[in-house]
């Protein structure tokens, strides 16, 4: 158990519409990472939080959004959802931000697209 | 762009060792990862090298040339658990970005 928490760890839904996707890190880490891992595309970075601030961007597609609270949890919000959304959804928390930081995983929500 | 290979598919025998090469090419590189992943749960880390030379984690070991664009993980004494894949993963520089190879599934067979 990394400590990392997701939830929902299912979702199953239809096209166009739109989800939320919950993670809270380990206590005490500053910084969430959202991922998505599909057959086809492996595992592909989206974006990185620290502290409430967003610290970098990757494959994120721009009907997806994200946001760090001030309690640190984060959400990762999909609309006009594809059949080709559908994935699994890791997010991974560590202490900082810095280089050497190790990211732990979370389980993961397997999001499918109908 | 970043691109990052590694071989698909590895086997090897219990209690022999197995080396996992990954070679990259980006800009801006800033550390080399490499993860564990058994099949439909989440990655696990497994060690991180900035610097070149071996890091060396009890069964785990990784290897990190930057002149080269190379690193490898090797695992000794291989054990049933450890068929899995294994994910070589490089941070970028000041974008705090990080890109992921396509994995490289290990069997392990008795």
């Known amino acids: 158990d990394s400590g990392v928490t997701q939830t929902p760890k299912h979702l199953i839904t239809a096209t166009g519409q739109r989800v939320t996707l919950r993670c809270s890190p380990r206590?005490?880490?500053?910084?969430v990472y959202w991922y998505q891992q599909s057959l086809d595309q492996g595992l592909q970075f989206l974006i990185h939080?620290?502290?409430?601030?967003?610290?970098a961007k990757g494959n994120i597609l721009e009907r997806f959004s994200a946001q760090q609270f001030p309690d640190l949890h984060s959400e990762l919000n999909l609309s006009s959802l594809e059949l080709g959304d559908s994935a699994l959804y890791f997010c991974?928390?560590?202490?900082?931000?810095?280089?050497?930081?190790?990211?732990?995983f979370g389980p993961g929500t397997r999001l499918t697209v109908l | 762009g970043q691109n990052i290979d590694q071989p698909t598919e590895m086997t090897a025998t219990e209690g022999a060792i197995v080396q996992i090469n990954c070679t990259y090419q980006?800009?801006?590189?800033?550390?080399l990862f490499w993860y564990q992943q058994h099949a439909g749960e989440a990655p696990t880390f497994l060690s991180y090298?900035?610097?070149?030379g071996l890091e060396e984690k009890g069964r785990f070991s990784s290897f990190l040339s930057r002149s080269k664009g190379y690193s490898y993980l090797l695992l000794k004494e291989l054990q049933m658990k450890d068929s899995a894949s294994y994910l070589c993963?490089?941070?970028?520089?000041?974008?705090?970005?990080?890109?992921f190879g396509s994995g490289t599934k290990l069997n392990v067979k008795p």
């Open positions: 991974a928390s560590s202490a900082l931000a810095e280089l050497s930081d190790t990211q732990y």
């Open positions: 206590s005490g880490d500053l910084s």
């Open positions: 939080y620290y502290n409430g601030e967003e610290r």
């Open positions: 980006t800009s801006g590189f800033n550390g």
């Open positions: 090298n900035v610097l070149d």
């Open positions: 993963a490089v941070r970028i520089y000041n974008f705090n970005k990080f890109y």
